[in-house]
T-cell receptor, first 115, second 114 residues
Framework: DTGVSQDPRHKITKRGQNVTFRCDPISEHNRLYWYRQTLGQGPEFLTYFQNEAQLEKSRLLSDRFSAERPKGSFSTLEIQRTEQGDSAMYLC?????????????FGSGTRLTVV | AQTVTQSQPEMSVQEAETVTLSCTYDTSESDYYLFWYKQPPSRQMILVIRQEAYKQQNATENRFSVNFQKAAKSFSLKISDSQLGDAAMYFCAYRTSAGNQFYFGTGTSLTVIP
């Protein structure tokens, strides 16, 4: 297991298009998190899964955003009708139940550019 | 509301010297965790060090140590014997003991001068 994988690394899309990102957490981690990081800012929390259940959602996660984690394994984050303000790095992280106290393991992120 | 403030957007240090990065936070909680993460250019964030609020002893990890002042809500990171590989963006982060989300500061970009 080489860590948290995110795909794609980069995505350029036209405004109004839908995009989907994938995150594969460390296999034994039951917790998965999505964060968004805009230029010059720290990561901001979007949503959190424990196994397949989405337990928390930030108000940043508008109706155009949806996240899933079927079967408690990989997760997808979809953005519908993208806007230029959606341009950011989308980070995925995972942790086990106890490891969360010791911080997450982050993926390398998906950089989204909306043109 | 929990907020994390990093007042130094950029810092630089000579190789082999010591540098301190500042972080303050605001919370009404008594039990929480504080973290420093390192984000090298185009690479993933890596945990540098963590501190539990109930522990008075400052955490240390090799060349990295913190100065945790709970009453002042201050959590600075000291990097000793700076190396070229320490160059990165450093983020201070906070999490309540019962919560699931981290609150990050805006980061400090550290340059190491050879």
């Amino acid at each position: 297991d080489t860590g948290v994988s995110q795909d794609p690394r980069h995505k350029i899309t036209k405004r109004g298009q839908n995009v989907t990102f994938r995150c594969d957490p460390i296999s034994e981690h039951n917790r998965l998190y999505w964060y968004r990081q805009t230029l010059g800012q720290g990561p901001e929390f979007l949503t959190y899964f424990q196994n397949e259940a989405q337990l928390e959602k930030s108000r940043l996660l508008s109706d155009r955003f949806s996240a899933e984690r079927p079967k408690g394994s990989f997760s997808t984050l979809e953005i519908q009708r993208t806007e230029q303000g959606d341009s950011a790095m989308y980070l995925c992280a995972s942790s086990s139940l106890w490891q969360g106290d010791y911080g997450y393991t982050f993926g390398s992120g998906t950089r989204l550019t909306v043109v | 509301a929990q907020t994390v403030t990093q007042s130094q957007p950029e810092m630089s240090v000579q190789e082999a010297e010591t540098v301190t990065l500042s972080c303050t936070y605001d919370t009404s909680e008594s039990d929480y965790y504080l973290f420093w993460y390192k984000q090298p250019p185009s690479r993933q964030m890596i945990l540098v060090i963590r501190q539990e609020a109930y522990k008075q002893q400052n955490a240390t990890e090799n060349r990295f140590s913190v100065n945790f002042q709970k009453a002042a809500k201050s959590f600075s990171l000291k990097i000793s014997d700076s190396q070229l590989g320490d160059a990165a963006m450093y983020f201070c982060a906070y999490r309540t003991s019962a919560g699931n989300q981290f609150y990050f500061g805006t980061g400090t970009s550290l340059t190491v001068i050879p």
